[in-house]
Nanobody, 114 residues
Framework: QVQLVESGGGLVQAGGSLRLSCAAS????????MGWYRQAPGKQRDLVAS???????NYADSVKGRFTISRDNAKNTIYLQMNSLKPEDTAVYYC????????WGQGTQVTVSS
């Protein structure tokens, strides 16, 4: 059973930055596309950024130019650098493969105050 452990969330003011990390329990990242997803209260879980095993990235329009996804296959870890945060970025952030294959981790809460 693969475990995905997200970390790095917190409370930040609008305009601030956070860096999220997601570590996997097995060496799986280097053969799968990975993504960061988020779920705000009362809303569905949406994909916000993805990175392929070759390093190609894609972003939701709402975060393009502000978020950067990256991966370190040697550490089985992916990252999400979030800059110029907005209150509407407030959500629980999760990582998983793309498309989603594993059980969801506990996520990491990101709260952006105005």
């Amino acid at each position: 059973q693969v475990q995905l452990v997200e970390s790095g969330g917190g409370l930040v003011q609008a305009g601030g930055s956070l860096r999220l990390s997601c570590a996997a329990s097995i060496n799986y990242f280097n053969i799968r596309a990975m993504g960061w997803y988020r779920q705000a209260p009362g809303k569905q879980r949406d994909l916000v950024a993805s990175v392929t095993n070759s390093g190609a990235t894609n972003y939701a329009d709402s975060v393009k130019g502000r978020f950067t996804i990256s991966r370190d296959n040697a550490k089985n870890t992916i990252y999400l650098q979030m800059n110029s945060l907005k209150p509407e970025d407030t959500a629980v952030y999760y990582c998983n493969t793309l498309p989603q294959m594993f059980s969801w981790g506990q996520g990491t809460q990101v709260t952006v105050s105005s």
